[in-house]
Every structure is written in C-alpha cells, then in structure tokens.
C-alpha cells in the first residue's frame, strides 16, 4: 500500500527555519515527483512546490509566494523528500502535505492516490 | 499561469439527488502529446488529507465509487455525483497538473439540503 508520512512539523518564531520530511513506501519513490501543498486552517491547498525524477534532473519549481525562501530536496536511497523552510512567516503557517505523481508507460504522469496525513507548522511572532 | 476557479462555492442538495460542480482553467491544459486534459478532482473530510477521485478529466480512480464522473475539455471542467450519499459531505477541488505552478480551485462544499 502507498503510503506518505511527513514529519518535522512544530512551532517556529518569524525568521526561523525547519526542515519537514516526506517518507515514502508502497511504489518506486525514485520514479515519482514530488509535490508539497498547504492549507492554512479553514483554507483551501496551496501548492508550495515540487522535485522531479532524476531523468528530469531532480528539477524543482515553487510557488511565488515562497521562492527563494523554500527548497525541494530529495534523497531517492531514502525514499524521502525533503522541504527546507527558511525565513518564516506568519502566513507560512499551515498543514503541509506532500503528494506526488507516477508515469505510465507513456511517461505521462498520473496522481498518487493517497497524501500524507500533513504536518502543522505554526509561525509565531 | 493557469488558475482554476470553481463554482458553485457551497452547494445543498438532497440525499439521492444530483450534485454537479464546475471548474473552469484560465488556460487549456489539455495536452497536445496525449490528448488528455491535466485536471483532477479530490474530496476532502474535515480533518483528512485530500483523496483523488478523478484525474486527467475523466478517468475514476480505482475504489472511486461510480456515482462519480468527470467530464469536460480545455478550459471546463465538470464533477458529477449522480445520486448523492451522505457519506460525500465534503469539500471538492479540481487541480491542474499541466505545468508549474500547479494551482487549486478554491473549493465548493457539498452539504445535505
């Protein structure tokens, strides 16, 4: 069974920093990409950002509204992906979840049936 | 970029009764290689993750009950519950997947009328 679990969650002061974790087991981590979403409570997802395969270079992509602040990361031995938080803000408070897409035999890419159970980061001033 | 904007925000409707929500991308993410339209559809409980119940427009995922249907191309988009249940209060969003940054429809909230 797919599973993913995020972990690393906790509160941080403005201007800190934490690191979340993405576990993986159930299918080939290696040939998926991996996404990170949010929701800030009674809010709707937020896409944060996201690492390819290693075919695709391990390339990554965020959002406007944490670029330069966040980094995708992920070790493929592991089956883990990683989302480095710097320079947090107040409103970067939200469940973070991470979800991910497969490829079928035509390389096109499929969404994982199931997200983690999300981890709560919580910004305090 | 590509946002997606759903209607209705909240929707009542009876028990047994269709329920029908929209999504509407500002661009086409159907895409030309495959000829598939990069949405899907997820259900969200309170306190739950999102679940996928449709991707690439149309296609149910499996164990997806299927009173459940999508349906559209380009730039609409449409999930169907043909006979509502009480166990799909929820909230619905579609989601493109066609390229960075990914965007959410703001949600609509299924209730009981």
């Known amino acids: 069974e797919v599973q993913l679990v995020e972990s690393g969650g906790g509160l941080v002061q403005t201007g800190g920093s934490l690191i979340l974790s993405c576990a993986v087991s159930g299918f080939t981590f290696s040939g998926s990409t991996i996404h990170w979403v949010r929701q800030a409570s009674g809010k709707g997802l937020e896409w944060v950002g996201r690492?390819?395969?290693?075919?695709?270079?391990?390339?990554?992509a965020y959002a406007a509204s944490v670029k330069g602040r966040f980094t995708v990361s992920r070790d493929d031995s592991a089956n883990t992906a990683y989302l480095q938080m710097n320079s947090l803000k107040i409103e970067d408070t939200a469940v973070y979840y991470c979800m991910g897409y497969y490829y079928d035999s035509g390389d096109y890419p499929i969404p994982l049936r199931f997200w983690g159970q999300g981890t709560l980061v919580t910004v305090s001033s | 970029d590509i946002v997606m904007t759903q209607s209705p925000d909240s929707l009542a409707v009876s028990l047994g009764e269709r329920a029908t929500i929209n999504c509407k991308s500002s661009?086409?993410?159907?895409?030309?290689?495959?000829?598939?339209?990069?949405v899907a559809w997820y259900q969200q409980k309170p306190g739950q993750p999102p679940k996928l119940l449709i991707y690439w427009a149309s296609i149910r995922d499996s164990g997806v009950p299927d009173r459940f249907s999508g349906s559209g191309s380009g730039t609409d988009f449409t999930l169907t519950i043909s006979s509502l249940q009480a166990e799909d209060v929820a909230v619905y969003y579609c989601h493109h997947y066609y390229n960075t940054p990914l965007h959410f429809g703001q949600g609509t909230k299924l209730e009981i009328k």
């Open positions: 661009q086409s993410v159907l895409y030309s290689s495959n000829n598939r339209n990069y």
């Open positions: 690492i390819q395969r290693k075919t695709k270079n391990y390339a990554t």
